[in-house]
């Protein structure tokens, strides 16, 4: 089943790549094609010179014929060694398109796929993915292309020059190695498996510690994160060095399987040379050729290797990959909703999870020119309402109702237009103050800074070293808690939204913070419709619109 898993993505990656590289497939296809030739050709053509020596009086042919010889391994050099840097080509070139499609199906993602995984495993996997990609297309371009070409042109000639027993003692060899090989694979892949399993597991650690690295230091827990990390770093190697020493076992193996074919092979051909059936040229020309029969099988045995690694290490992205992502309800009224007057009714609505919790029976209407504030226990739905304004969940029962306009009529896209959110979390990028409120919507220098003075925190950016240019820090941490909340207030504000919605937005702050925060969001409140939930009741003031949710 994991095998099949790790299929999945490969198949959309597969298409957008093979479609994109019809020109660079047939270039490195055609250099493969005339590798294999001249692979052939040089040690064929080299034993018919010799068995045309002369003693004197044909310097010239001699000279003629071995320069022929040199410059087809000169151009057999070329072509494989060409031939492995197209593959290096192609593999990034896979990687890209990985990369870019496991990226588009991320943003697409649930949120319970980012409590699932953190970034850092994320990242893992993809990383891990790349690679296994990458890997396949070298094995295809550099291994069992050019293997199979090589003997196919391998085995006729000999068959043909030499004899068909020979044919068929490498077959034979074939099979064996090929079963080792099986064989090897499925005594070693749990090994490789519970490696690169506990490798995930170690990045998702990593990705943890690395977040409240903080805390830990704090807590005087640094040892036990190092213990706990090289723990893991040991089973990972300890798995691998089991895996590495069977395939020792395995690789002497083979070694007396190629002496002993042979030792049998030219049993059989030295009475023939003997007679006279056979020449030195003949004899040379088999030696070199028989190595090259044995090399695709065990080209086609380290792909067959390779693959089923590359395809273990996809398993960690691919099962990201499988994971649900958001459905985009369709319209069933017109593609675009106009939430002007923004008056949103939430009417007698319900969710339920499995577990019982949710929200029951909420109803409540907002409107502009006042904050309407949703408060209650812990447990009281306040979340789910959240999801559900979001469209996140759809109610079970009951609607939500945009100025008299069904929310569940409207698409995703189409009312993410139309509305602004400031998360409890605020996530900021490693990036300028601008990059972090335009966050790559088109750029209009008015309304960053009327979103920044909505936002009260225009004049304090003008205040920091580059202004608007200032870096922020991983997770903004060169910012106060203040300054990130205003900045996640200006970034929500930016693109002019009729429905402002705050999921304890400010709930990390001092009262004070808050209490300021607040009291701008009122100013701007006759231009939108503010939706805030939040457990501070100091917070709201008696203009304020309340909503108390209820177990």
């Not at 977040?211 to 990390?229: H, N, T, V």
């Not at 609505?349 to 504030?373: H, P």
């Not at 925190?457 to 909340?485: A, C, H, N, V, W």
Request: glycine fraction near 6%; proline fraction near 3%; include cysteine.
């Amino acid at each position: 089943m994991s095998m099949l898993l790790a299929l999945m993505p490969l198949r959309p990656i597969l298409g957008e790549y093979l479609r994109a590289s019809k020109l660079s497939l047939a270039a490195i296809i055609l250099a493969i094609a005339i590798g294999s030739t001249l692979s052939v050709f040089a040690p064929y053509f080299f034993s018919r010179q010799l068995d045309d020596l002369r003693p004197a009086g044909s310097e010239l042919r001699w000279a003629t014929a071995f320069g022929i010889y040199a410059v087809s391994l000169g151009l057999l050099v070329i072509f494989q060694r060409g031939t492995q840097y197209l593959a290096v080509i192609q593999s990034e070139r896979l990687s890209y398109f990985l990369s870019r499609q496991f990226f588009a199906r991320l943003i697409r993602k649930t949120p319970d796929f980012f409590i699932k995984y953190n970034p850092t495993e994320i990242q893992s996997a993809q990383a891990q993915g790349s690679q296994s990609v990458a890997a396949l297309v070298q094995i295809a371009f550099s291994a069992l292309l050019p293997g199979l070409g090589t003997f196919i042109l391998t085995l006729a000639l000999l068959g043909s020059v030499i004899d068909a027993e020979i044919i068929l003692i490498v077959c034979i060899y074939g099979v064996v190695f090929l079963t080792l090989v099986m064989l090897a694979n499925r005594i070693c892949r749990p090994f490789m498996e519970r490696a690169i399993n506990t490798a995930q597991e170690n990045a998702r650690f990593v990705g943890n510690a690395l977040f409240m690295i903080e805390p830990l230091r704090y807590s005087g827990s640094s040892a036990w994160m190092k213990d706990q990390f090289a723990r893991s770093a040991e089973t990972v190697f300890s798995n691998w060095r089991a895996y590495a020493l069977r395939r020792i076992v395995f690789v002497c193996t083979i070694g007396v399987a190629t002496a002993v074919q042979f030792a049998v092979t030219f049993y059989l051909l030295l009475p023939r040379y003997q007679e006279g059936a056979l020449s030195v040229g003949d004899l040379v020309l088999f030696n070199t050729l028989l190595f090259q029969l044995n090399i695709p099988f065990e080209l086609l045995g380290q792909s067959i290797d390779e693959t089923i690694r590359a395809l273990v290490r996809m398993n960690p992205m691919a099962k990201m990959w499988a994971e649900a992502e958001v459905g985009n309800i369709v319209d069933t009224g017109t593609d675009a909703v106009s939430a002007h007057n923004g008056v949103v009714q939430v009417e007698n609505v319900s969710y339920q999870y499995d577990n019982g919790r949710g929200a029951n029976r909420i109803s409540f209407s907002a409107e502009k020119g006042r904050v309407t504030f949703i408060t209650g226990e812990s447990g009281s739905g306040k979340s789910t309402l959240f999801k559900m304004l979001l469209k996140a969940i759809e109610p079970q029962t009951g609607q939500i109702l945009v100025d008299g306009k069904s929310l569940a009529s409207i698409s995703r896209e189409t009312w993410f237009g139309q509305i602004g959110v400031v998360p409890q979390e605020v996530a900021m990028l490693n990036d300028t103050v601008r990059s972090n409120i335009v966050l790559g919507r088109i750029f209009d220098e008015t309304r960053l800074i009327k979103a920044t003075r909505r936002a009260a925190i225009y004049d304090r950016i003008l205040e920091f070293p580059e202004g608007f240019d200032t870096r922020m820090g991983e997770r903004g941490m060169k910012l106060s808690g203040g300054e990130k909340q205003r900045i996640a207030i200006a970034r929500a504000i930016y693109s002019e939204p009729a429905l402002l919605l705050l999921d304890e937005a400010s709930s990390a702050l001092d009262e004070q913070t808050e209490a300021e925060i607040m009291q701008q969001l009122r100013n701007i409140g006759d231009d939108m419709t503010i939706i805030a939930i939040t457990h501070r009741h100091s917070t709201i003031q008696a203009r304020d619109a309340v909503v108390e949710l209820q177990k």
